[in-house]
């Protein structure tokens, strides 16, 4: 069957990995990192919107298409739902499910930018890990209030009120633990990407008493059909 795969997660490497010695499969990823070693076909970079994804699909007679994107990566589901739609073509979905609170986890849900502003009033060191959109907002940084925003790649910008840290994960427990301590974390800002472990920070953030600012989860179109886990797509094909 010619499949392609809307990756850029790990599940998604491994559906392609197990999929591919069975299947015509096409890995597809939105060419901001570095592209899997993959012995299937891997295409770098967006399709144009969902015009562009669907004449996509049709011209290269693909006959099953599969969201394996992150959750908070809507746009692309939305692009694949309408594309799916246009060219015909069935179109499943791997959603990780999401973490849920633990005992001893101080956990605060909110929708948006606003409510998570509103949500942080209180605090003076936030830490957000929720990628590049605290840089975009931080002429609104209250006074008072200081930044560590974490991320992969990004330019600081020019305020002594942000500290940006340009790293790649995954921390171990031990180095969130520090990392909250030595820059006096009082809130951590993240998204409930969901997946195997819960990462380390939000263990880290438990252990150290600091309340997690939780970003909800986009809601994502609907799909054909929906698998939590990576086997159980690969067993459906
Ligand atoms: P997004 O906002 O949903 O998508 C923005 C645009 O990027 C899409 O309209 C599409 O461009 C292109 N695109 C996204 N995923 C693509 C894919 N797999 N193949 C081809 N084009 C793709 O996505 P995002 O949040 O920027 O995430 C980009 C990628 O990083 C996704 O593959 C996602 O799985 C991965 N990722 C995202 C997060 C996160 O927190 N958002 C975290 C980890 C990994 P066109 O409209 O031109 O087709």
């Known amino acids: 069957m010619r499949i392609l795969i809307l990756g850029g997660i790990g599940e998604a490497v491994t559906l392609a990995r197990t999929l591919a010695p069975v299947h015509a499969v096409t890995y597809s990823v939105a060419g901001k990192g570095r592209a899997p070693d993959l012995s299937c076909s891997v295409r770098s970079g967006g399709f144009g919107g969902s015009e562009g ?27 694949a739902a309408h594309a799916a739609r246009l060219a015909k073509v069935p179109l499943w979905a791997y959603r990780r499910p999401a973490w849920r609170p633990q005992p001893g986890d101080d956990w605060r849900f909110v929708a948006d930018w606003t409510a998570l502003m509103a949500a942080l009033r209180k605090f003076q060191r936030p830490f957000f890990t929720i990628g590049l959109e605290p840089l975009r907002h931080w002429p609104d940084i209250p006074p008072g209030q200081h930044w560590l925003v974490r991320c992969l790649a990004a330019k600081a910008p020019a305020t002594p009120h942000l500290t940006l840290l340009c790293v790649t994960g995954p921390f171990t427990l031990e180095q969130e633990t520090a990392l909250l301590r030595d820059s006096q974390i009082d809130a951590l800002v993240a998204k409930n990407s969901g997946g195997g472990a819960v990462e380390a920070k939000l263990a880290a953030a438990r252990f150290a008493g600091v309340p997690v600012v939780m970003l909800e989860r986009p809601v994502l179109p609907t799909v054909e059909r929906e698998f939590a886990a990576v086997e159980q797509l690969t067993m459906a094909l």
Do not use: M, V
């Open 53 to 79: 994804l669907a004449l996509f699909l049709r011209e290269q007679r693909i006959e099953q298409l599969i969201d394996a994107t992150h959750p908070y990566a809507a746009q692309i589901s939305r692009n």
